[in-house]
């Protein structure tokens, strides 16, 4: 168990002072660093830059200033909430990083940490020519962080973003405005392809929810403030991917490509399709569990 309690921060002064604080704190609580950050250091600096409304690259000498009362009144139960109630930092500070763009989140969407942000930055390269991608299709889009970042990766193509969830949905219309994606991007309420406008996409990509309930029961505390829906699925966690596997063919121009994360629903997807031959994408910067199949490829399989 933890020992902070917001009892103890009253002595508290600067903002060094609660960061070092909070970083001891955390270190001894043993919490789960996977949304944004890898570490206690980078986790609690975010959260309590952010927490102040100042930039991450913030001038080091600004950290050893004073704080008011209510900013150490707001650093106080922002700590508690991380570190007793263990919430991830970006639903505290309703901000999360991917492709170097920030997206608002909150507890109705997943907090962005897909390894498609790489992917996306090298343009799909060199499973299709850049181009050649002219429609792009983001399946269980949550807060539209793929989506915006494939918006930005190919100014020229049209984006559809789907999702089953209004909700989800509504977060990745904040997003979409605030960064300026509003003529390119279009988010569409749809369980999976049930809604989908019959085009043929250049390349359709999704991070569906692949968990499955075994697996539920062993995930850090950290992922259960997200929404279930957004994570579990039934049959192994291989449910959605499955019908997306199913229908993603007639969906494809002719060289068209299909990407979908599964994370640790790798090996039992390869168990339930030995016939199919999955390319299994190599990310630099870490990352497991995506797969790419071809428009002919899903054609021989799957129709």
Known sequence: MSRYSIKETEEL??????????????????????????????????????????????????????????????????????????????????????????????????????????????????????????????????????????????????????????????????????LDVGDQLTLIESDCFANVPQEQYDVIVSNPPYVGKEEMQTLPDEYHYEPVMALEAPNNGLAIVEKILNSAHAYLSDHGILIVEVGNSEEALCEAYPQVPFTWLEMSHGGQGVFLLTKQQLDKHFK
């Open 13 to 178: 002064v600067t903002i060094l002072d609660f960061l070092r604080f909070g970083v001891s704190c955390a270190t001894e609580a043993n919490l789960y660093y996977g949304h944004g950050t890898d570490n206690a250091w980078d986790d609690i600096r975010s959260l309590i830059l952010r927490s102040l409304s100042l930039p991450h690259d913030i001038d080091p000498m600004v950290l050893s200033t004073r704080l008011t009362t209510s900013e150490k009144k707001h650093l106080s139960h922002q700590l508690e909430k991380r570190i007793n109630h263990r919430v991830p930092v970006p639903y505290l500070i309703k901000e999360a990083y991917f492709f170097d763009l920030p997206f608002y989140v909150d507890e109705r969407v997943l907090i962005p940490r897909s390894p498609f942000a790489e992917l996306i930055g090298d343009h799909f390269l060199p499973w299709i020519e850049e181009d050649k991608v002219h429609r792009i299709l983001d399946l269980c889009t949550g807060c539209a962080c793929i989506a915006i970042a494939c918006c930005y990766a190919f100014p020229e193509a049209q984006v559809d973003a789907v999702d089953i969830s209004s909700e989800a949905l509504a977060v990745a219309a904040i997003n979409a405005a605030e």
